[in-house]
């Protein structure tokens, strides 16, 4: 087997965390549209939210989580849940 690029991994991983921080938006989304689906919205935005999670630590894991979350805003509440609240990366960007 090849060795796989750091640039490519960066990529993949980077795309993951995009599309399942847009599912978050999503989520929040159709639970104001549909109050009847609040219960099951708030299951699915935990589920992704644990997903962003998995993918942070591989990405820490190859040392290439500076890299993944360079143009990314990652929800603090989720920063603070993998680092600490007092962690320099949960201070870092606005979110």
Same mark, same amino acid.
């Given at each position: 087997?090849? #060795?796989?690029?750091?640039v ?14 847009g *599912?978050? #938006?999503?989520y929040?989304?159709?639970?104001n549209?549909?109050p ?5 919205m708030?299951?699915?935005? !935990? ?6 999670? +998995?993918i942070m630590?591989?990405? *820490? ?5 500076? *890299?993944?979350?360079? *143009? ?7 920063? !603070? ?7 320099? #990366? +949960?201070q +870092?960007?606005?979110?």
């Open positions: 087997m090849e #060795n796989t690029s750091r490519a991994v960066t990529k993949v991983l980077t795309d993951l965390l995009l599309t399942q921080l *599912d978050i #938006n999503s929040e989304e159709r639970a549209e549909l009847v689906k609040q219960e099951r708030r299951l699915e935005k !935990e589920k992704t939210e644990e997903s962003i999670l +998995t630590k591989v990405a *820490d894991e190859l040392g290439l989580y500076e *890299d993944v979350v360079r *143009d990314i805003v990652i929800p603090r509440r989720i920063k !603070e849940y993998y680092w600490g609240p007092e962690h320099p #990366n +949960t +870092t960007s606005l979110s």
